[in-house]
């Protein structure tokens, strides 16, 4: 008898039953790897070396021996003066890069006198014109450190940035960053609340979008595919990287069908991922999704720029995993997110405080996610080798069901006439809300646990955790004040010339409508004023429902 055999044999007795489970992507997880689980491709074909094709080890050759992921800390809160205060301790504590969160009320598209005033500021922070940004990011060196701007469709707080850029005599070519929540598809399948303008016209302003800041400010990513919204809502992690892939296919067709080479647009293109608690099955998940980026850029789209090859990612741990029950133990989750995120080789990282599930984070909750990367880079010395899991069978074996799984999603989507059309037709929300049902099954019934949820459960006082407070009250009328005088002190005609170029743009197709809204912001005119002209022109948006 083999060893192998041997090894069945004896394995057999000791567990009864099916020994094959199912990770939250479906696929079938066996009790032992070994090499004939490989799927036999060469090395080079199949993993090859980090920096180069297929970039399934990573796209830069040194990884985090050369450079460490960006600690790009979600920070949203109050008025622009509380998120100054905010930023600049979190730069303290060693946060590298900035990510801005906006107040409800602004990714809704509207000013802050335009919404009931107990809600504003609790969820992020209250920017509606230039001067707010001004406030918010004074003292903050943006031509050194790059922001990312969590702003979608019409992309108003970019405009902002760069007004204040031109103020202080920052040339745009050194401003550095990503616009956050550009990705209007994502939007309409599984975050309403930020979809603003109508599917197609939040189609056209993306791509001007790009087209002008890959002129004018070309170290900026103005676009990032987002994975997080669809997986939260209940994608699972094949499922997510597949759509999210799908998304960046459309883009990349549409930046294509414009007038734009594919190498000046894809080496800007950014994506970003929710990471679950799931460990192996992320890994595999960023693995097979780099390298099949990499086939798409240069097979599908023709790219001949190694770096238009780049499967760029952010990595935000999952909230969706998070519990109000025993949250203290959110701290173990964030941090097995966090690691799945490195092994599987991303750019940037968020961690979210373990509070979350109840607020804003605290500022202790603050610190120790900051301190959870810094204790994984510094500590467990994560970054030493680069893809230490790289060579794994069972890794290995689970990179490749994932690549297979995804491409089978891409294949449906394509045949369904592309992503536009697939989530037009309800067939990517349709496919999510299955998924999500099928999964809060597993939990209702236990075959899933949820620790604190459906297993190991205490008695305890949801009082024993502090929450954010809600902004003064006092503090947010200021502010509104703040508003109106500023209103009041601008050119009402340079306001009203620049709106009615605006809207004048978005019926004229040759025009750049991103340049208007970025002139707009220059002399005054607010968030809401902008999204209100394009909601106009453009459309109202109105995500499709699926039932």
Not at 92 to 111: E, Q, T
């Amino acid at each position: 008898m083999s060893d192998h055999a041997r090894w069945e044999a004896e394995f057999a007795k000791g567990v009864v039953g099916n020994t094959t489970t199912y990770n939250r992507s479906g696929i079938g997880i066996k009790p032992l790897y070994t090499p004939q689980d490989r799927n036999g491709a060469p090395f080079e074909e199949s993993l090859g070396y980090p920096g180069q094709y297929p970039y399934t080890r990573g796209i830069y050759s040194t990884m985090y021996r050369g450079r460490s992921w960006s600690q790009r800390q979600l920070v949203g809160l109050g008025v622009p003066e509380d998120y100054n205060l905010r930023v600049k301790e979190m730069l303290d504590l060693g946060a590298s890069a900035l990510s801005l969160i906006p107040c409800n009320s602004v990714f809704r598209g509207y000013d802050a006198d335009d919404v009931p005033s107990e809600l504003l500021g609790t969820c992020g922070t209250v920017i509606n014109h230039v001067e707010d940004m001004r406030v918010a990011l004074d003292g903050v060196p943006i031509g050194d450190l790059s922001t990312a701007m969590n702003d979608p469709s019409p992309f108003t707080l970019l405009a902002f940035e760069l007004a204040v850029a031109k103020r202080r005599g920052v040339p745009w070519t050194k401003i550095t960053g990503t616009s956050n929540q550009s990705d209007c598809i994502s939007h309409f399948v599984a975050n309403h609340m930020f979809f603003r303008l109508a599917l197609q016209g939040a189609r056209r302003v993306i791509v001007d979008h790009i087209s002008f800041v890959n002129k004018h400010v070309p170290g900026w990513n103005p676009l990032s595919i987002v994975g997080q919204h669809m997986q939260q809502a209940g994608a699972t992690p094949a499922e997510a990287m597949a759509f999210t892939l799908c998304s960046g296919i459309q883009y990349a067709e549409d930046c294509i069908a414009a007038g734009m080479d594919p190498d000046q647009f894809l080496p800007r293109f950014t994506f970003f991922f929710d990471v679950s608690v799931s460990f192996f099955e992320e890994v595999a998940k960023f693995r097979a999704g780099r390298r099949i980026w990499a086939k798409l850029c240069r097979e599908r789209f023709g790219a001949k720029d190694p770096r238009s090859w780049r499967f760029k990612f952010h990595g935000q741990t999952s909230g969706v995993d998070l519990t109000r029950q025993q949250p203290l133990n959110n701290v173990a989750r964030v941090t097995t997110q966090a690691m799945a995120g490195i092994f599987g080789g991303l750019q940037s990282l968020h961690t979210d405080g373990y509070d979350e599930v109840f607020s804003t984070p605290t500022a202790e909750a603050a610190r120790i996610a900051v301190a959870t990367q810094n204790i994984l880079r510094e500590e467990a010395h994560l970054t030493d080798v680069i893809d230490p899991l790289g060579g794994s069978y069972y890794v290995e074996s689970l990179t490749n069901d994932m690549e297979t799984r995804i491409n089978a999603i891409i294949s449906m989507i394509d045949e369904a006439g592309g992503m536009y059309q697939a989530v037009e037709n309800g067939i990517v929300q349709r496919m999510i809300g299955e998924s999500a049902l099928a999964f809060q099954k597993k939990v209702d019934a236990g075959e899933q646990t949820i620790v604190g949820v459906n297993a190991y459960q205490v008695e305890e006082d949801p009082a024993t955790y502090p929450s954010l407070e809600y902004p003064d009250a006092a503090r947010m009328q200021s502010y509104l004040g703040r508003l109106a005088d500023f209103k009041k002190s601008r050119s009402s005609a340079d306001v009203d010339k620049a709106i009615s170029a605006l809207a004048k743009s978005a019926n004229t197709p040759k025009s750049n409508v991103f340049e208007h809204v970025v002139a707009a912001a220059e002399v005054g005119a607010t968030h809401g004023e902008i999204c209100g002209t394009l909601r106009k022109e453009l459309g109202f948006g109105q995500p499709l429902t699926v039932v």
